[in-house]
């Protein structure tokens, strides 16, 4: 029997299992997720999320419509994301106080909107003011996480780790303007080392008191 030639061997290759529309759906979120927080809304390709998918970019726009569309979904997912591992952070700690003693620390705070994480799809996403749908993304996810927050800080002020008298809505949105507000002071500040170091100081103070709980 003659050897297979190159287009025979091709198609005796096994062939990629067809995806389900939800398998195929999740699959662009993940890529796209990738590609923005790489690369930014602006200069992220729908080609490149179709690359990393391996589909072609049509079927990109057939899930989602728009490129727009494609990174308010992102956002909404990015949110859950962040919102599952905050959780997740904090039951892994003693209480809420040593939880926030983390989060605040600046070596995370450094991180939070570098490029690669979910955090800088944030900060794009509020640039964007021609982009309505994705500014109401932004919102919305904004919104999870400060329900997230809430819900951590009423759990530090069950276990006696936060001051009796913290609003946790409000710690909440202070904690979310604190880091949303990361990429101004580190443009505009004279010293940001210094100045991060000490909003997470006082933010503590604020919160926990005059010393994290352990």
Not at 7 to 30: F, V, Y
Not at 85 to 112: D, F, I, K, M, Y
Not at 136 to 148: E, F, H
Not at 193 to 202: F, P
Request: charged share 20%.
């Amino acid at each position: 029997m003659p050897a297979p030639q190159p287009a025979q061997k091709a198609t005796q290759k096994a062939r990629r299992p067809r995806l389900s529309a939800e398998d195929r759906r999740a699959s662009i979120l993940d890529a796209a997720t990738e590609v923005f927080s790489e690369l930014g809304y602006q200069r992220g390709k729908m080609s490149e999320v179709a690359r990393r998918v391996g589909v072609s970019e049509p079927v990109v726009f057939q899930n989602f419509g728009s490129k727009a569309a494609v990174f308010a979904a992102v956002l909404d997912h990015a949110a859950a994301l962040m919102s599952d591992g905050l959780r997740s952070w904090a039951g892994r700690c003693p209480t809420v106080g040593a939880w926030l003693a983390e989060l605040l620390a600046p070596e995370h705070l450094a991180q939070v909107h570098a490029r690669g994480t979910v955090g800088v799809l944030f900060e794009d996403a509020m640039t964007l003011t021609s982009e309505p749908e994705v500014l109401d993304a932004a919102r919305r996810g904004n919104q999870t996480l400060a329900r997230t927050l809430t819900d951590l800080l009423e759990q530090g002020r069950a276990d006696g780790s936060l001051r009796p008298d913290v609003d946790p809505a409000a710690g909440a949105w202070w904690l979310i303007s604190l880091l949303s507000s990361q990429h101004f002071r580190q443009t505009v500040a004279p010293d940001p080392a210094h100045t991060e170091t000490a909003l997470s100081a006082l933010t503590l103070r604020l919160l926990v008191g005059d010393s994290p709980a352990p």
